[in-house]
């Protein structure tokens, strides 16, 4: 998909007018095919309606749906409500988490929930409140598993859970600090090149009685079909993340159809003294008109944000873009006054020199001259904290507004710089590494970044070596020991999702490639806490506003009403 992609936006600029066929005939045709009517060993596409799946996902939709509403239908009674909502009261005093409270009271109450919320709205806090609530009430024994779809967003939950304050006691935060975050792959016990896919599955379920999942916008329907087959009955299952992201890159967008912001109210301040209110909510019986009522009631939105001013710029620019005002979004960016905000205005069909060019520059090298000063150093904490500080994000991988191209110019900006004489494997000390696959001997999963650093040896001289942070204290690795990594000098935005930079240089796609959506640019500037620097056009700028990507599913459907019963998910 990436390089069909790139080609489009490296050389296409004609629109092709195709002769569409009339969709009555079209659909009439096409339901009358064997590949849907029936062939041996079953059809290979199920249809109904005008919509079409392969029967794969057909499954897992009615599978992913089934089993989400039979859990939202099963409500734990294993809480004293009374302690519950003491735990709420000590937990959150400030007037203004009332969204927070209603969350950790919606899932710690829910066999099913899912906390939603943009950037900086607190959502791994109230993942840390919700842990110490269950540890409170339930046990602190009680089995909780934490995960991410990435290696990098599982390092994040990891090290937001470990260092969450507030007003958490110290026999919450010694229990938050014992919890590993891994991969969901991990969780799953991911088999490759076996049948059976996952050691974790219907007939071997996961251990836990809690599974919390971040950055679920991540989560392909084929993944999340196989996590909710791997649960045992009595497991609550949390699923956290923002639906406004870019999904997974797989089938699929199971988060953004749980989540309609339009069927979800504004958390009151009555909420905070009754409590017994929401747990009649949650008990009541199914509204006639929507099977996924239950489901619906377990569904809470974070609106507050706490990462940056809430009315700071790059705040009001995620909710410009998230709103699709492109006017509002290139207004604000072309606005001066903003400090946080610089935008470079370069036509589509111009190459990025002068100014913005050197804006890029100032940004990537002064950002990695410092990682390199630490790596030298041998201040491995210094290297890694430094290479967190900012991310050259670009849409594309290949073309001039591609991560290859821009990391092949960022090599350039520091050839002179770079300490290689005598190594013939290109590694220097503050080389950002971009891991590519996973590998499960070294602990390092497919996203997870590091730099090189040197170290003293065995033999008391001076040695490279590979340093990663993943939640707790550095994992240094020989440099030998190394699978698939690559040079880090710009990312793709999908790659930067469920990371946080103090920093973020963004170079948009043209206004006419494919990648040029909403959930790109809200994507990419979110990743920012402080600063945004865009290059691009302003065509380009609407574009990505006014194009939201549609995924064509039918789970949000099968939630509020089946399409039609099925009764073999296990396929």
Request: net charge negative; charged share 25%; hydrophobic share 45%.
């Amino acid at each position: 998909m990436d390089s069909a992609a790139d080609s489009f936006a490296a050389g296409a600029s004609e629109t092709v007018e195709l002769p569409w066929p009339e969709l009555e005939p079209w659909v009439t045709a096409v339901a009358a095919s064997p590949l849907v009517t029936g062939v041996a060993g079953g059809p290979p596409l199920q249809m109904v309606g005008s919509r079409l799946w392969l029967d794969r996902y057909w499954r897992q939709e009615v599978q992913v749906a089934t089993d989400l509403l039979r859990r939202s239908a099963d409500r734990p009674g294993d809480l004293d409500l009374d302690a519950l909502r003491g735990d709420l009261d000590e937990l959150f005093p400030e007037a203004g988490s009332a969204d927070q409270r209603a969350a950790v009271a919606v899932a710690a109450l829910s066999r099913v929930a899912v906390i939603a919320g943009g950037p900086g709205t607190g959502k791994t806090t109230t993942v840390a409140q919700l842990i110490a609530v269950l540890r409170r009430r339930l046990s602190p024994g009680v089995r909780i598993a934490l995960a991410a779809p990435t290696g990098k967003a599982a390092a994040r939950l990891e090290e937001a859970v470990h260092s969450a304050t507030g007003a958490l006691s110290p026999d919450d935060r010694a229990g938050l600090a014992q919890l590993p975050a891994s991969t969901l792959h991990r969780l799953l016990g991911w088999r490759p090149g076996s049948n059976s896919r996952f050691r974790h599955n219907r007939d071997s379920h996961l251990p836990y009685d809690v599974v919390i999942v971040d950055e679920s916008s991540m989560v392909s329907l084929t993944l999340m079909a196989r996590l909710l087959e791997a649960l045992a009955p009595s497991t609550r299952l949390v699923l956290v993340g923002d639906p406004d992201q870019l999904a997974s890159v797989e089938a699929g967008a199971v988060l953004g159809d749980l989540v309609d912001p339009a069927d979800i109210g504004p958390v009151t301040e009555q909420f905070r003294s009754d409590l017994s209110r929401v747990v009649q909510d949650l008990a009541a019986e199914t509204r006639p008109d929507s099977h996924g009522a239950r489901l619906a009631e377990s569904v809470r939105l974070l609106r507050t944000v706490h990462r940056f001013d809430a009315g700071g710029p790059i705040a009001q620019l995620a909710a410009l873009i998230r709103a699709g005002d492109a006017d509002g979004a290139l207004e604000l960016l072309r606005d001066s006054d903003a400090a946080s905000i610089e935008f470079y205005e370069v036509a589509d069909d111009a190459r990025i020199t002068a100014d913005p060019f050197a804006a890029i520059e100032a940004a990537v090298t002064g950002h990695e001259r410092a990682v390199i000063a630490a790596a030298r150093a041998g201040d491995i904490d210094a290297a890694l904290t430094a290479s967190e500080q900012h991310r050259l994000l670009c849409a594309h991988r290949a073309g001039p507004r591609g991560v290859r191209h821009w990391t092949e110019v960022a090599q350039r900006w520091l050839a002179s710089e770079l300490d290689v004489v005598g190594r013939t494997d290109g590694h220097y000390a503050g080389q950002p590494l971009l891991v590519t696959s996973n590998d499960y001997e070294t602990g390092l999963y497919n996203g997870d970044t590091g730099v090189v650093v040197r170290r003293n040896s065995d033999n008391d001289g001076e040695e490279l070596a590979a340093a990663f942070r993943r939640g707790g204290q550095p994992t240094v690795l020989p440099l030998a020991r190394l699978g698939d990594v690559r040079p880090m000098h710009a990312m793709t935005v999908h790659r930067a999702q469920g990371s946080q930079f103090r920093n973020v240089s963004v170079v948009l796609p043209l206004a006419s490639s494919p990648l040029a959506t909403r959930q790109t640019l809200y994507t990419a500037v979110t990743r920012a806490s402080q600063r945004v620097l865009v290059v691009g056009s302003a065509e380009s700028v609407r574009a990505c506003v006014d194009r939201p990507i549609a995924r064509a599913t039918g789970l949000r459907g099968r939630l509020e009403t089946p399409l039609e019963p099925v009764c073999d998910t296990s396929s």
